[in-house]
């Protein structure tokens, strides 16, 4: 391949796509489609880059799987005209789009960089046009004809992380995101490195499968000091629920009073999926290093590992959607799909 690439530049909305009308000084959209005109340092890249803008744009607070669909189409239908895919979205659920994603595009082999702003666009000091400009420009990175970061990641800030590893934990500042479980991917400094040893490569380069389907039977569950009866007998008792994500304390414990457990356990009966997430930012659920916990392993609970609950939402929705056994569901919650659990 020459060292020009071609580019998808793909606009679901949020902050990064606004700028100030000179006239009114009121946000408008950013138009995308001259985006090489209006940021000058792109053209050096050399690259061609073309855009897709969803009209109008979304606010990523009102994302739900229907766009994740559309996002995935569009990568699909465009997946052999392109060498990388940057998607601009909103920061308040770009974690669950970029683990939605990682788990929609089975087989890929391309970059696919999500990024977007804490400042819009168009603003004096806004951090937009560094996320984009790194942002094409790992997506554009290839050596030996093979792209260097060949899955679904977030560029924020200046750090590449695993997209179903991060987690958004600032609402003010520039480093919006985390990825607390996993090492960043790459750092862009006076010079761009990565740190390949934690990428993701196919074994294979075969074909892009995307999943369309997702599963709306689950529910999060987040304990808190106080839970009572009702409260558990709501949650538990959603008609045609298939999955719980159980968000416990620490290491994955929770209340051992006899009311509770036999609801948990009366819920597995039921074959109810219960999948045990930590509420900490870092660490991993132990099923059993803790009195507390054993008793949910005892009941049927199954480990999240180090997973996060926007990974874990997103894994569930695809599995659920499939025709899969329960227990093959079970299984395949507890085995790493796309980097989004470390080894145990």
């Known amino acids: 391949m020459s060292d020009k690439k071609s580019i998808l530049l793909i606009h679901t909305g949020g902050t ?52 994740w669909t559309r996002i995935a189409e569009i990568i699909e239908k465009n997946y052999s005209n392109y060498h990388g895919f940057v998607i601009l979205h909103g920061t308040d659920t770009m974690a669950y789009s970029a ?9 890929l082999s391309k970059p696919v960089i999500f990024t977007g702003s804490q400042l819009p666009i168009g603003t004096l000091r806004t951090d937009a046009r560094e996320n984009l400009i790194t942002s094409i420009e790992i997506a554009a990175s290839y050596e030996n004809g093979m792209p260097i970061v060949p899955e679904v990641c977030i560029y924020f800030e200046s750090k590449l992380y695993r997209g179903n590893r ?17 090492p960043y991917l790459a750092k862009a400094g006076v010079d761009l490195v990565y740190n390949r040893e934690f990428i993701r490569y196919p074994k294979n380069i075969e074909p892009l499968l995307v999943h369309h389907k997702f599963s709306d ?36 414990n929770a209340p051992s009073e006899d009311w509770f457990i036999k609801r948990i356990k009366k819920a597995v009966d039921k074959g109810i999926i219960l999948l045990d997430v930590t509420q900490c930012s870092r660490g991993s659920v132990e099923l059993g290093r803790y009195e507390t916990s054993r008793t949910l392993l ?27 056994e329960t227990q093959e569901i079970k299984m395949l919650l507890n085995k790493s799909l796309k980097g989004e659990i470390s080894p145990h």
């Open 16 to 67: 990064i796509g606004m700028m100030k009308d000179p006239l009114t000084g009121s946000l408008v959209p950013f138009d995308f489609s001259s985006v090489v005109e209006s940021i000058p340092e792109l053209s050096k890249f050399g690259h061609n880059i073309d855009s897709v803008q969803f009209d109008p744009p979304i606010d990523s607070s009102d994302i739900h799987p229907g766009f």
């Open 99 to 107: 683990s939605a994603l990682s788990f929609m595009l089975e087989n």
């Open 166 to 182: 991060t987690t958004k934990v600032n609402a003010e500042h520039f480093n919006a995101f985390q990825s607390a479980n996993y």
């Open 217 to 252: 039977q689950l529910t999060i569950l987040k304990l808190f000091p106080g839970i009572n009866r009702r409260y558990m007998d709501t949650i538990l008792g959603i008609e045609n629920l298939r999955a719980v994500i159980l968000e416990t304390y620490g290491s994955g």
């Open 298 to 324: 005892e009941a049927g609970v199954i480990s999240g590992y180090d997973i996060t609950t926007e990974a874990a939402t997103t894994k569930l929705m695809i599995l659920l959607a499939q025709k899969l």
